[in-house]
């Protein structure tokens, strides 16, 4: 049974700072892995998708990595900024299916 | 593009009333996933519709909730008879082949069972 684990589960840093978040699952047979973000009361926002054969993908100031064998998954931040203060959120598809398993989330709060 | 449409934003329902949930998907795409967030937990898969494949069920809850999409397109969630646990956001997501299966939200429905 594929889980989902995201650390850490608040993150408060001052802004500008550079920041990583982390994402882990215990099934590497997974088919794609996308980060999210969700404001309050808002639906979630998709920031990056990495397919199952990629290693990394980035936009703007945000890369993802994937690493499968290891199971985990990293979101990095650069330059952040108070207008990213939200939720971001991990999501795993396993192959053979489309069931989606969502991590817990982390907390980010960027301080003006 | 319009976005991902979900109504009503809000409801506010009595104990072992029905409810329906609506999703209206992005234009095209044939994917569909029903999820719900409780309050404090992550978010939880329900349902998946794929074209005109049958759906992927494995993930609601209990018998009292079935969903059904017409015409490849609106989806309808219905919840029989409710309970207070029952009460979260129903979120619904579209996706496309074509954008290498990128899930889009919709706004949500907050339901509160009292």
């Known amino acids: 049974k594929q889980e989902v684990t995201q650390i850490p589960a608040a993150l408060s840093v001052p802004e500008g700072e550079n920041l990583v978040l982390n994402c882990s699952f215990t099934d590497s047979a997974i088919y794609n892995l996308q980060w999210f973000r969700q404001d309050p009361g808002k639906g979630l926002t998709s920031l990056l998708l990495i397919q199952s054969s990629q290693r990394e993908q980035t936009s703007g100031r945000l890369n993802a990595s994937l690493d499968k064998s290891s199971g985990r998954s990293t979101l990095y931040i650069a330059a952040s900024q108070p207008g990213d203060s939200a939720t971001y959120l991990c999501?795993?598809?396993?192959?053979?299916?489309?069931?989606?398993?969502f991590g817990a989330g982390t907390r980010l709060f960027v301080k003006a | 593009g319009a976005g991902v449409s979900q109504s009503p934003s809000n409801k506010v329902t009595e104990k072992g009333k029905d409810v329906e949930l609506r999703c209206d998907p992005i234009?095209?795409?044939?994917?569909l996933y029903w999820y719900r967030q409780s309050l404090g937990q992550g978010l939880e898969f329900l349902i998946y519709?794929?074209?005109?494949?049958?759906?992927?069920k494995s993930g609601l809850p209990s018998d009292r909730f079935s969903a059904e999409r017409t015409g490849g397109s609106v989806s309808t969630l219905t919840i029989q008879r409710t309970q207070q646990e029952d009460s979260a956001v129903y979120l619904c997501a579209s996706s496309s082949r074509g954008q290498l299966d990128t899930q889009y939200f919709g706004p949500g429905t907050r339901l509160t069972v009292l």
């Open positions: 999501a795993v598809r396993n192959t053979g299916g489309f069931k989606t398993i």
């Open positions: 234009s095209g795409h044939t994917a």
């Open positions: 519709f794929q074209g005109n494949s049958a759906p992927d």
